[in-house]
Structure formats: C-alpha cells, structure tokens
C-alpha cells in the first residue's frame, strides 16, 4: 500500500452536561467519505488507538478517537459530580458522534469499538445514523457468560475483592486492569451491570435500552479463542442480542487462523498487530459503511 500524508490534531470535544473531552482527530490526504469513531475499552486511554488510527487514515479514513471523562486526558470538571460509567455512554459517546459528525457532515458514518465501546450503541441518541460498526471483543459482561473456572475467579472479584478495593480507595486502581485508574462511580457502576443477567441496567436494576432498536448498522463482531479473561465467546455472541435489528456478522477467531500465537483481549490493536488482518477490517468498514 502507498503510504499517504495524514494530518493529526488535538482537540476537544463537548459534552452536553458541560465536560470537555480529550480527543485526536486524524485526517487523511484523500478522504475516501467515511469517518470513523473509536470507541475505546474499559481504562483504556485514546493514545492505546493512535496507531490503529493512522492505519485508517492512510486508508482513506477519517478517524476521531477521544477519552473518556476521568480517563486519560479528560479531566472532569472538580466542580461537577464524579464521572459514572453511564456517563460514558450517555454522554461521552454521543458528544464524540456528533462532534465528528459537524465536522464531516457529508460523510457516512462508522464505529470502531473495543470491549466497552461496543455495549452502548444503544444508548446514543443518534444510533440510527451509523452505517457501519466494527466491534472487537465487545461482549455481554454479566458473570455468568464465562467459563465455569473462571466464574468462581470472578464471584469472588465482584462480590468480595472489588467492593473492598474500592470501598477502601474510593477508585479501582489501575494495577486491577493493567490500564487506568477507574474512578469510584465509574467502578461501581461496572460492579453492578456485571452481577446483572440484563448486564447494562439503570440504578433500580432495570434494563437500559433506550435506542438498541434504532441500531440497524452492518455490525460485525468478532471475538478471539484465547480471550478468556475479558471477552469468551459466550459473552460476546450474548451481545448480538442487544442489536436485534443490526445486520450481525460474528467471527470468532483463533489466533492460529492469523498465523499468530497470541492476541488476546488487547492484541488487536496493538502496533505489532499484521497489517495484513488491520487491512481486512478496513477493507470490511470501507465497503459496509458504503453500501
């Protein structure tokens, strides 16, 4: 492939409740008419994206990825409440979309999203506007959804460990997640939606789908056979059914079907990743959002 110029530019993004989000915007010398939203993963910050990022962008892609509030570069605001992580996807997410949206108003549309950020297309406002959505390692969190060894492993992490950690603490430090450091609210706010067999629910415990029926992009998502900790098959073929009326197409791959020995929860995006696999879900993005 030959290598184009792109342009990458630090900007910030506003939130309907008046945060201001960090975020890159990564613009490439010949837009091919897509823009694409990465959506990122639980403590993962924008910066874990920026080489995927310019991947897209040599491709023709126009690419915005941002952190959420309380991680990375977006520092809440002290005077406002602690962030929630329903606040991600309330509002981070919907902020990012329209924010690139007023920037590319004659382009479609995509996501890319990781782990977290494929579990709240149904909270976006504008869910029905996206043609075209890359998940990987998106999954239904509830406990349950893994493998019985690892059931006991988690029973004892989200009932016992993790209400004392961040009871002591007050934020889940990020040694519990190799990333960052999860604020209180954030933390409970996960704790609760992972011991609920509705998984993304409100603080009465009620299902939360406001908009999962308005989804109705190309969705593809794809899972990986060595992804036992964070994304098992099961939790993410459990995920289709929050999408009832997107155009599913599930992959589950084993790192041997990409001449790999590993990948993982996070191996996808990381830079040592095969341009030849980035280039397959490019090429998937470019003709989904297209159609």
């Not at 008046?18 to 010398?29: D, F, H, K, Y």
């Not at 709240?120 to 029905?128: E, H, N, S």
Request: charged share 20%; proline share 7%; aromatic share 12%.
């Amino acid at each position: 492939m030959t290598q184009s110029k792109i342009t990458i530019t630090s900007v910030s993004i506003p939130t309907a409740d008046g945060q201001r989000l960090a975020g890159t915007l990564v613009n490439p010398q010949r837009p091919n008419g897509i823009s694409v939203q990465i959506n990122g993963a639980t403590g993962v910050a924008r910066r874990y994206y920026e080489t995927f990022a310019g991947f897209l962008a040599q491709r023709g892609f126009t690419v915005l990825t941002f952190d959420y509030r309380g991680i990375g570069g977006s520092l809440p605001d002290p005077a406002a409440a602690a962030p929630r992580k329903l606040d991600w996807g309330r509002r981070d997410i919907p902020a990012a979309a329209d924010f690139l949206a007023a920037r590319t108003p004659d382009m479609r549309r995509a996501m890319v999203c990781h782990s977290f950020g494929g579990q709240m297309l149904g909270l976006m406002p504008q869910a029905g506007k996206i043609d075209a959505v890359l998940a990987i390692a998106s999954q239904h969190g509830y406990w349950r959804n893994w493998s019985r060894p690892h059931q006991v492993r988690l029973w004892l992490s989200w009932y016992i460990a993790f209400p004392l950690v961040v009871g002591l603490f007050n934020q889940l430090p990020g040694w519990w997640l190799g990333g960052q450091t999860l604020p209180g609210p954030v933390a409970r706010d996960w704790r609760r939606w992972c011991c609920s067999p509705h998984y993304l629910v409100d603080d009465e415990g009620a299902p939360l789908r406001p908009h999962n029926n308005d989804v109705r992009a190309k969705l593809r998502l794809i899972s990986f056979d060595d992804d036992h900790d964070f994304g098992p098959k099961k939790g993410v073929d459990a995920l289709t059914g929050f999408y009832p009326n997107a155009a599913i197409e599930r992959l589950h791959v084993a790192p041997s079907d990409w001449g790999l020995r590993r990948i993982g929860h996070f191996g996808f995006f990381r830079r040592d990743m095969p341009l030849q696999r980035w280039g397959e879900q490019a090429d998937w993005l470019l003709q989904a959002a297209s159609a």
